[in-house]
């Protein structure tokens, strides 16, 4: 059985940091797209940042950019979104996603087929 495992999320206050932390069992994303996106209140799931299984490149959403890394170790089989300089509009439930039907980076939320059960950020302004 697959599981995706958050953790990391919690409060923090505007233009501070977390790390999310996903570690994935049951099989291994080493050549696929793995990724995050999150759903604030009242608002649709959005992409975030994610990294190509081939590639290992890392791409994210303008919002994010220049403020949240995302990282991969294939060995572990886990992958981490720094998340710097926070927003109130960053608050949101945040989800780590993997797919195995995609490998140069997609932001597709239907490329995914694993999903985490999603970890909450909160910044306070």
């Known amino acids: 059985q697959v599981q995706l495992v958050e953790s990391g999320g919690g409060l923090v206050q505007a233009g501070g940091s977390l790390r999310l932390n996903c570690a994935a069992s049951g099989r291994t994303f080493s050549s696929f797209d793995m990724g995050w996106f999150r759903q604030a209140p009242g608002k649709e799931r959005e992409f975030v940042a994610g990294?190509?299984?081939?590639?290992?490149?890392?791409y994210s959403a303008d919002s994010v950019k220049g403020r949240f890394t995302i990282s991969r170790d294939n060995a572990k089989n886990t992958v981490a979104l720094q998340m710097n300089s926070l927003k109130a509009e960053d608050t949101a439930v945040y989800y780590c996603?993997?797919?195995?039907?995609?490998?140069?980076?997609?932001?597709?939320?239907?490329?995914?087929?694993?999903w985490g059960q999603g970890t909450q950020v909160t910044v306070s302004s």
């Open positions: 990294t190509g299984g081939l590639t290992y490149s890392a």
């Open positions: 996603a993997a797919s195995t039907k995609t490998r140069y980076g997609s932001r597709r939320q239907s490329d995914f087929d694993y």
